[in-house]
């Protein structure tokens, strides 16, 4: 007989994933702070009162795949734009916070390797919590904190790296030693990621069809993490890099047969994975309280001065480093990129953690001293960032008064008139060559034209009525009617499962024509 008990923990973090989010949209919190809740009950339960994760299970599995669609779906030009502010602040910050961070838990009695360590766990801001928290910023900022977490991560980890091995005594440290280290772990893994990105590209170029296709794009990201942490490199960051460069090639080489179904496919994934983090998260509380060595008062106090100096650190930066960088840089362009200090605070307050902090923690070596001190001053600091802050962030907003950002809808109307108008100067070329109908090709140019007018005035426009909208709106409604059709035939014995599936297919990618998908929900 089998142990059913690993599969009894799958189902009830599954269920604590659906469950929890279903809640958190039905009362208007954000999920995670739901999901952490969820995991702490759990963990009283008799089946999972001594659950743990293994630290490997979150760095390897689950942080490549969160990661690498986090990427995917990041605009590169944003981060572009504010690339100098990406780079200080997930690099200038994260040794700011380690350093802050250091300072206060030796001076509340941990010696200063081990305040090193702690630094470090705690050091980065987690990109899937800020996305599922911060999900309310402008376009802009939001960009600029899910790029700030993508890869402040490397640094971290790095510095983490470096503060464990000095703890353990593998070795001493030197001035010279880290810049090395953060050499090697920014320009390798930058370099594994392009190069794992042109592989992935070329082995869809020998391997075509969408199974074959969808698998590379499953393989990517773990193959970068892999070979760039062979090399000593960041993982992190060559993951990163990979999904940010097929996310530029990709729509050249990808065919929209292989991204409708590998898209769905990473969005249910990193659903799925993303609310395990935060579960996990919470099943681990129980176990970091009854381990801890000494007066449980102490440790949650630590984390209290810990998550304030988190959250202090990064106030200090947001409204020191902006006005240093005016000082230096008086160009017009950066000029108009300045943000006032009543609407930089929705950045400063978002500097949540996550899964990559509970990562480290877990990681400590058992024979660091204060290992499990440790872990219940990073669950702290994880439970503060998010339930405290992240409650707090909506009444913030309410109070930073940011802009109307309607940017993205702009360009999304450009690009549909720019589609439109390149497909009907096409048009004539492309029926020729086709030998369409002149019937058929008046008929479509009709509609482009519709189309473009309607963009003209505004796809809202009350005075223009669309009859082409309203036969999609009543051709998507027969489809329920036409599947039931079917399916009753299969019912009835009429026809073959196999011809079911076939006209499901066909009505499916119907319904996906009339109703596309979102590929950044």
């Known amino acids: 007989m089998y142990d059913p008990h690993p599969l009894l923990t799958l189902v009830l973090i599954g269920a604590a994933i659906l469950v929890g989010t279903a809640i958190a949209r039905r009362i208007g919190l954000a999920p995670p702070v739901v999901l952490l809740v969820a995991g702490v009950l759990l963990s009283l339960t008799p089946a999972l009162h001594d659950f743990s994760v293994s630290p490997e299970v979150v760095i390897?599995?689950?942080?490549?795949?969160?990661?690498?669609?986090?990427?995917?779906?990041?605009?590169?030009?944003?981060?572009?734009?504010?690339?100098?502010?990406?780079?200080?602040?997930?690099?200038?910050?994260?040794?700011?916070?380690?350093?802050?961070?250091?300072?206060?838990?030796?001076?509340?009695g941990l010696p200063w390797p081990i305040a090193f360590v702690l630094g470090a766990v705690v050091a980065p801001t987690d990109a899937t919590a800020v996305v599922a928290v911060a999900g309310r910023l402008s376009h802009r900022q939001l960009t600029m904190l899910r790029a700030?977490?993508?890869?402040?991560?490397g640094t971290a980890l790095v510095v983490f790296a470096i503060a464990v091995s000095v703890a353990t005594g593998e070795r001493q440290l030197t001035w010279y030693g880290p810049l090395g280290d953060f050499a090697l772990s920014y320009v390798g893994g930058a370099a594994i990621g392009l190069a794992v990105a042109w592989l992935?590209?070329?082995a869809r170029k020998l391997m075509p069809g969408t199974p074959l296709e969808s698998g590379i794009s499953v393989l990517t990201p773990f193959a970068a993490f892999l070979l760039a942490e062979e090399i000593q490199a960041s993982g992190v960051l060559a993951v990163v890099v990979a999904g940010l460069a097929l996310s530029q090639a990709g729509p050249r080489t990808i065919s929209a047969r292989v991204r409708l179904q590998s898209y769905p496919f990473w969005q249910v994934t990193t659903f799925l994975l993303n609310?395990?983090?935060?579960?996990?998260?919470?099943?681990?509380?129980?176990?970091?309280?009854?381990?801890?060595?000494?007066?449980?008062?102490?440790?949650?106090g630590m984390a209290l001065a810990v998550a304030g100096t988190v959250i202090g650190t990064r106030f200090l930066y947001s409204y020191t480093m902006p006005y240093l960088i005016r000082a230096l840089d008086r160009r017009p362009a950066q000029r108009l990129r300045?943000?006032?200090?009543?609407?930089?605070?929705?950045?400063?307050?978002?500097?949540?953690?996550?899964?990559?902090?509970?990562?480290?923690?877990?990681?400590?070596?058992?024979?660091?001293?204060?290992?499990?001190?440790?872990?219940?001053?990073?669950?702290?600091?994880i439970l503060v960032t998010l339930v405290v802050q992240g409650l707090t962030l909506p009444a913030v907003l309410r109070w930073a008064h940011l802009p109307a950002?309607?940017?993205?809808?702009?360009?999304?109307v450009l690009a549909q008139r720019s589609a439109m108008e390149a497909g009907l100067e096409a048009m004539p070329e492309a029926a020729r060559r086709l030998g369409v109908s002149d019937a058929a090709r008046a008929r479509l140019t009709a509609d482009y034209q519709a189309k473009l007018h309607r963009l003209a005035l505004g796809e809202e426009s009350p005075d223009e009525p669309d009859e082409r909208l309203e036969a999609e709106l009543l051709r998507n409604e027969l489809l329920s009617v036409k599947r039931a059709t079917v399916v009753a035939l299969r019912d009835h014995h009429v026809i073959s499962?196999?011809?079911?599936?076939?006209i499901q297919a066909q009505l499916d990618a119907e319904e996906n024509r009339i109703n596309p998908p979102s590929t950044v929900d």
Do not use: C
């Open 60 to 108: 390897l599995l689950f942080l490549p795949a969160l990661l690498y669609w986090e990427a995917l779906t990041t605009s590169l030009r944003e981060i572009r734009a504010d690339l100098r502010t990406v780079l200080l602040s997930s690099i200038v910050l994260v040794l700011m916070t380690v350093l802050t961070v250091a300072v206060v838990a030796h001076a509340l």
């Open 148 to 153: 700030e977490s993508l890869v402040n991560d």
């Open 200 to 202: 992935s590209l070329q």
């Open 275 to 300: 609310g395990a983090l935060f579960v996990l998260i919470g099943l681990q509380l129980n176990g970091a309280v009854r381990a801890v060595d000494g007066s449980l008062g102490h440790a949650f």
């Open 338 to 381: 300045r943000v006032s200090a009543r609407h930089r605070l929705p950045n400063a307050w978002a500097g949540f953690r996550g899964a990559v902090s509970l990562a480290a923690a877990l990681a400590v070596p058992s024979s660091v001293a204060h290992r499990n001190e440790l872990i219940i001053i990073t669950f702290g600091v």
């Open 405 to 412: 950002d309607r940017k993205l809808e702009e360009e999304y």
């Open 497 to 502: 499962d196999i011809v079911l599936l076939r």
